[in-house]
């Protein structure tokens, strides 16, 4: 190592931290999509129309997943019209050893078993958008949100 310039040093340690955020931020996004087709699959299931995925929000909803991870709270935003959304669900789950199928099975089941949220997915919207964000210790927090 004492015969490496320092640029490259820099380089190696700056390749090291830019390496592991792009391999979760697809995971993420991995993760999104299949939250997205499980509440699809449900839809169909009951008879309701599929929801079209839309991108404009889903930096908000991925914004807002990591600013309640990082603070620990659960908090739904409090003007969904400056957010270009009409409904928002919010959800916190635990993702250890645990594959994108049965995460997003739970993240389904617990917004399901909520009457509230239930209503949300079962409702007359027609787009969603969903960002999610796991901290260190694999807490998911997810947000969607529908217009």
Same mark, same amino acid.
């Given at each position: ?49 599929? /929801?079209?995925?839309?991108? *404009?929000?889903? +930096? ?5 997943? =990591?600013?309640?991870? #990082? ?39 617990? /917004?399901?078993?909520?009457? *509230?949220?239930? +209503? ?5 919207? =027609?787009?969603?958008? #969903? ?17």
């Amino acid at each position: 190592m004492k015969n490496v310039s320092p640029i490259l040093r820099i380089l190696g340690i700056v390749l090291c931290f830019l390496i592991p955020i792009n391999i979760i931020s697809q995971d993420n996004s991995n993760l999104e999509k299949e939250i997205f087709n499980k509440i699809n699959n449900y839809r169909v299931k009951i008879g309701k129309s599929k /929801f079209t995925f839309n991108d *404009s929000l889903v +930096k908000s909803c991925r914004s807002h997943s =990591n600013s309640m991870g #990082i603070n620990y709270k659960l908090e739904h935003v409090k003007n969904l019209s400056e957010v270009g959304a009409n409904a928002e669900i919010i959800q916190l789950n635990y993702t250890t050893g645990r594959t994108f199928i049965e995460t997003s099975d739970d993240v389904l089941d617990i /917004f399901l078993d909520s009457p *509230s949220h239930k +209503k949300i997915i079962e409702g007359i919207y =027609n787009q969603i958008s #969903i960002g999610v964000y796991v901290t260190k210790d694999e807490d998911l927090w997810v947000t969607i949100r529908f217009k």
